[in-house]
């Protein structure tokens, strides 16, 4: 059974920082594709940065320059380093994986098979 467990969220002013985490269990091998997604209220889900199990990262333009993604494979573990935040950034920040490469952009929820419960991200101005 494979479990992600967000962690990390909380609430900031604008220009704060956060990381976000996710611990990653249950697989038999490693996924191929881990990412972050968001959701505000009434909107939709969207991708922010996926990151392949080579390295290989890509990001959502809102969001260049000010998040990183990267991984941890001893610990299993996928961290969000959120820098800059802006009050846009608001939203529930979820953890998703698939054993499939990542998509060539940073993708739908429909391309990711596995999901964690989400932390909340607010950013205040």
């Known amino acids: 059974q494979v479990q992600l467990v967000e962690s990390g969220g909380g609430s900031v002013q604008s220009g704060g920082s956060l990381r976000l985490s996710c611990a990653a269990s249950?697989?038999?091998?490693?996924?191929?594709?881990m990412a972050w997604f968001r959701q505000a209220p009434g909107e939709e889900r969207e991708g922010v940065a996926t990151?392949?199990?080579?390295?290989?990262?890509n990001y959502a333009d809102s969001v260049k320059g000010r998040f990183t993604i990267s991984q941890d494979n001893a610990k299993n573990t996928l961290y969000l380093q959120m820098n800059s935040l802006k009050p846009e950034d608001t939203a529930m920040y979820y953890c998703?994986?698939?054993?499939?490469?990542?998509?060539?952009?940073?993708?739908?929820?429909?391309?990711?098979?596995?999901w964690g419960q989400g932390t909340q991200v607010t950013v205040s101005s």
């Open positions: 998703a994986a698939d054993s499939r490469w990542c998509p060539a952009l940073i993708g739908k929820p429909y391309d990711f098979d596995y």
């Open positions: 249950g697989y038999t091998f490693p996924p191929h594709c």
């Open positions: 990151i392949e199990v080579d390295g290989s990262t």
